[in-house]
């Protein structure tokens, strides 16, 4: 029998496109196109540009302009006036208060690892609606097995309601590496980080474990080459020396725009991510889809993203990230050999998958 599903689709048109943002659209629009019977609002802060989602019959589109407490209040509004079947909602927050059944999606927990990298009151917010949200939704996605494992541990959500839905990735499209270079004003030959420059993205370590293989292979102009937007408490001290002058070979390019990362990946010796805790490592995965040798660290959701497809290393252990380093700069058949289990490993993580497993998920949440 066809359900009535209500989806949160608010992130979809959202000013600035982060991780959450990019999966709720391609979810959802990878739901859509499973093409069946049921019945989907999409509910909006704003309407939405004609081209994000393909009309289809069952699909309605709900624009719903307000300016604060959007999800407590309005979006919450509407659902007591439609009292859908089951409700989704693809980023953490369920409203205080609805009707009937709901799914909610739970990315990471970094928050609860990592408090002192969040501003107070977001790390009051996310605490209090993620616990919400576990404890209401008839049924809890989680990216990965590890975020699975933070809600039993600090929610006390059981395991058996909870569904680890892997999402998928775009592999970047891999543009010109030589004009990419010039764009940016990299060399030939890095290690490349991508990501936003943050405390607990370890960019301190990584830059350190960079002096010591520089020191270890003396002569060697062999970059390091970190791309992304400065975050939360970034500290300009992570990449310089003693003395306040930057550090020899780091090159730090801002944001890079989507269109350019396919090319930084491709062009990189290696794809270097010894990140302190991830809920889901889209770089990782778009690096090995780029067919880029990839090191990162052993802890959180990396080892389960990477399987046997990359050199996994303690973050902690600057010595052990520089003997990764070392093995990718020297080791042609290694760097081969994880190019090729990587873009395998990558292939596996599609939009398609992930959509059909939350159709699953929403039906079996509405029946009970």
């Known amino acids: 029998m066809p359900l009535r599903i209500a989806i949160d689709a608010s992130r979809t048109t959202a000013a600035r496109v982060t991780g959450t943002e990019r999966y709720a659209t391609r979810m959802i629009q990878a739901l859509l196109n499973q093409e069946t019977a049921h019945q989907i609002a999409l509910y909006f802060r704003q309407a939405p540009p004609p081209e994000l989602f393909a009309a289809r019959p069952n699909v309605t589109l709900h624009p719903l302009p307000f300016p604060r407490l959007w999800t407590h209040l309005r979006f919450a ?12 909602v693809p980023a953490h927050t369920l409203p205080a208060a609805f009707p009937g059944r709901a799914v909610v999606t739970v990315h990471d927990l970094g928050y609860r690892h990592f408090p002192k990298a969040h501003p107070t009151l977001a790390r009051f917010y996310l605490d209090l609606t993620t616990r919400h949200s576990a404890r209401r939704a008839a049924i809890v996605l989680a990216d990965s097995a590890a975020t699975a494992a933070d809600l039993t541990r600090f929610y006390g959500t059981p395991p058996n309601k909870i ?31 991508i990501g936003t420059l943050q405390p607990r993205k370890n960019i301190a370590g990584l830059v350190e474990a960079f002096r010591r293989w520089r020191q270890r292979n003396h002569g060697d102009e062999t970059a390091l080459v970190l791309a992304g937007a400065e975050g939360w408490l970034y500290d300009a001290a992570w990449t310089r020396e003693a003395d306040g002058s930057p550090t020899p ?3 730090l390019t801002g944001y890079i725009d989507d269109e350019d990362k ?54 902690l252990d600057i010595d052990a990230i520089v003997d990764g380093m070392d093995r990718l700069a020297h080791d ?7 190019r090729a289990r990587g873009q395998a490993r990558a292939a596996a993580f599609t939009w398609e998958r992930a959509a059909q497993e939350a159709l699953a998920a929403l039906e079996a949440a509405a029946d009970g």
């Open 77 to 88: 509004a509407a659902l007591w006036r439609a009292r859908p079947d089951v409700t989704w």
């Open 163 to 193: 569904r680890v839905v892997y999402p998928g990735i775009d592999p970047p499209i891999i543009g010109d590496t030589a004009a990419l270079r010039q764009k940016y004003g990299l060399p030939e030959r890095y290690f490349l980080f």
């Open 262 to 315: 396919g090319a930084l990946y491709a062009g990189a010796l290696a794809f270097v991510f010894p990140s302190l805790y991830e809920g889901f490592g889209f770089p990782v995965l778009e690096a090995m889809a780029c067919g880029t040798p990839v090191l990162c660290s052993s802890t959180s959701s990396l080892p389960e993203l990477a399987d046997e497809a990359a050199l996994l290393v303690d973050p």
């Open 332 to 338: 042609g058949d290694l760097r081969a050999e994880l």
């Open 249 to 251: 070979g780091v090159f």
